[in-house]
């Protein structure tokens, strides 16, 4: 979607591995998320964020760190990558409070671990 | 545990309503009714959410029942662009989405 973009599109990485996942918006919304996305799993919650240097975890972060030091920028780092990483990884922003639930999706990342 | 149920799958002819079931029956007075859709490897999209009253908008209309326990989301003319995978979530303001699997439905030219 338009002003929210993630980097990069397909990443093949080896197990053990740091790897980062980048979502840049242009929209200078306040919340920003990150999922991921299993078959059989729907989408789950890795961590957000709620505003420069705010963050929390979701119901999946084992494994996961996040950070912003920008408004438009939201990176999510597997510190040491494992197998069962191999996922999607969407990114999401909202506006605030009030309009909280209407998130814009990004076009997600195909992460693979071998 | 899941806060929504809905159909897996579901099957609508192009031209005709799509009307896609939900039940909440635990829903609180203060959690709302959103509904996304995700079309094959796109990332989920917004389509419209509610609290108490009907809801309509330029992509699909929103009816709740009075005692809020369910619901059903209307696409009144469904085109093979429809078919995608639709999420029915009941969340409060502030707290965060729970996506499930949702029901995905195939239009049928």
């Known amino acids: 979607d338009a002003g929210i973009t993630q980097s990069p599109r397909h990443k093949v990485t080896e197990t053990g591995t740091p790897v980062t996942l980048r979502c840049h918006q242009t929209?200078?919304?306040?919340?920003m998320y990150w999922y991921r996305q299993d078959p059989g799993h729907g989408l789950r919650l890795i961590h957000y964020?709620?505003?420069?240097?705010?963050?929390d975890k979701g119901e999946v972060s084992d494994g996961y760190s996040v950070s912003r030091s920008k408004t438009e920028d939201f990176l999510l780092t597997l510190e040491s990558a494992t197998s069962s990483q191999t996922s999607v990884y969407f990114c999401?922003?909202?506006?605030?409070?009030?309009?909280?639930?209407?998130?814009?999706f990004g076009s997600g990342t195909r992460l693979t671990v071998v | 545990d899941a806060k929504t149920t809905q159909p897996t799958s579901m099957d609508c002819a192009e031209g005709r309503a799509a009307n896609l079931p939900c039940n909440h029956s635990t829903i609180s007075g203060n959690e709302y009714v959103y509904w996304y859709r995700q079309i094959h490897s796109q990332g989920p999209q917004y389509i419209i959410h509610?609290?108490?009253n009907n809801e309509t908008n330029e992509m699909a209309s929103l009816i709740i029942t009075e005692d809020r326990k369910s619901s059903t989301l209307i696409l009144p003319h469904a085109t093979l662009r429809d078919t995608a995978v639709y999420y029915c979530i009941v969340k409060e303001t502030g707290n965060q989405f729970y996506f499930g699997t949702g029901t995905s439905l195939t239009v049928i030219p």
């Open positions: 509610g609290l108490k």
């Open positions: 999401a922003i909202s506006e605030s409070l009030r309009r909280q639930g209407e998130y814009t």
């Open positions: 964020s709620y505003g420069v240097k705010d963050t």
């Open positions: 929209e200078n919304h306040r919340y």
